[in-house]
């Protein structure tokens, strides 16, 4: 219940944050950035979804899977006020796993500090199934 608890709130807060840094692109009916960060079809709703059986999406431990959702939810930061240029290159889909995890890291702690600034605390983030 923890870990489901933990997925859906960091989907929602990460919802939330960025429909306040770009409200423009909402408008966008044909914008899929937020939903190809997330490994399932499933909308952003509570609704009862087969629990999965191993971990996916940002937390995969399977690289190919790994790069894949790194490289959405870089996407969709990269459209946010304030992204660092440093960070402004795409991940490469045959790229090594210490260059993800370098990525990922970068990408985690602009969103962290990002959520921070504009609502006052930490967010909550993904964590592995137990």
């Known amino acids: 219940i923890l870990w489901d608890l933990y997925e859906h709130s960091f989907r ?19 914008n899929a950035c937020l939903e190809q960060v997330f490994p399932s079809d499933a909308e952003l709703a509570m609704c009862m979804e087969p629990f999965p059986m191993k971990n996916q999406g940002l937390v995969s431990l399977e690289l190919e899977e790994k790069c894949c959702y790194v490289e959405s939810f870089h996407v969709l930061l990269s459209l946010w006020p304030e992204f660092p240029m440093e960070l402004q290159d795409s991940l490469m889909p045959s790229a090594v796993s210490t260059c993800v995890w370098v990525v990922e890291k970068n990408l985690a702690q602009f969103y962290t500090q990002a959520f921070f600034d504009n609502f006052g605390r930490p967010p909550i983030v993904p964590h592995l199934i137990p």
């Open 12 to 30: 929602f807060e990460l919802l939330a944050l960025d429909w306040l840094l770009v409200p423009q692109l909402w408008t966008n009916p044909d």
